[in-house]
């Protein structure tokens, strides 16, 4: 029989804070403000920020470097029992790469209406042909999170910038 997974959500806030640093250190570059952090045994050993833009990289999402980031620093290419905090909803890019990556856990922020694979466009994690399931957690600090997304893609429309939010 297995043991009970014991989640500690006690944590949840201040790693999403660390994202939301990243998120932000984004949007000064210009890129869409994601950010993400790879959290193992309490501690960060991944860190990523949307850089598609500055990197000519359609992959280089906030998950996928900070994902990047972390399998480098552990090296390995699995990361079981990392939680992976991330302001905004994955993508099904980047779900897949959650799960391929063996990630453990995924805390995100705010939902993404438009493209989030995770509860909003689709249930991903749910699909019964995954070999790995990825527990979620929904919501936390969403209001920031959203709010720093917003404040971005409001500035951008009064530069008279494109308001591409397919850029995440």
Same mark, same amino acid.
């Given at each position: 029989? $297995?043991?009970?997974?014991?989640?500690?959500?006690?944590?949840?806030?201040?790693?999403?804070?660390? &994202?939301?640093?990243?998120? &932000?250190?984004?949007? +000064?570059?210009?890129?869409?403000?994601?950010?993400?952090?790879? +959290?193992?045994? =309490?501690?960060?050993?991944? $860190?990523?920020?949307?850089?598609?833009?500055?990197?000519?990289?359609?992959? &280089?999402? #906030?998950?996928?470097? #900070?994902?990047?980031? &972390?399998?480098?620093?552990? $090296?390995?290419?699995?990361?079981?029992?990392?939680?992976?905090?991330?302001?905004?909803?994955?993508?099904?890019?980047?779900? =897949?790469?959650?799960?391929?990556? $063996?990630?453990?856990?995924?805390?995100? =922020? #705010?939902?993404?209406?438009?493209?989030?694979?995770? +509860?909003?466009?689709?249930?991903?994690?749910?699909?019964?042909?995954?070999?790995?399931?990825?527990? +979620?957690?929904?919501?936390?600090? #969403?209001?920031?999170?959203?709010?720093?997304?917003?404040?971005?893609?409001?500035?951008?429309?009064?530069? =008279?910038?494109?308001?591409?939010?397919?850029?995440?």
């Amino acid at each position: 029989m $297995r043991k009970p997974l014991i989640i500690d959500r006690s944590q949840d806030e201040r790693f999403m804070r660390e &994202a939301l640093v990243l998120a &932000a250190q984004g949007a +000064v570059e210009g890129e869409v403000p994601v950010g993400a952090v790879l +959290v193992c045994h =309490g501690e960060i050993v991944g $860190r990523g920020y949307n850089c598609p833009i500055s990197r000519n990289d359609p992959s &280089a999402h #906030a998950e996928m470097v #900070a994902i990047r980031d &972390a399998a480098g620093a552990l $090296r390995n290419y699995r990361l079981p029992g990392c939680t992976l905090y991330v302001t905004l909803e994955p993508c099904s890019m980047c779900a =897949g790469l959650i799960v391929h990556s $063996r990630v453990q856990r995924v805390v995100y =922020g #705010a939902s993404e209406p438009k493209a989030g694979a995770v +509860v909003s466009r689709g249930r991903f994690f749910e699909q019964d042909f995954l070999n790995h399931r990825v527990l +979620v957690e929904g919501g936390v600090l #969403a209001a920031e999170c959203g709010e720093l997304l917003s404040a971005f893609f409001r500035q951008r429309r009064q530069k =008279g910038e494109p308001d591409s939010s397919s850029d995440a």
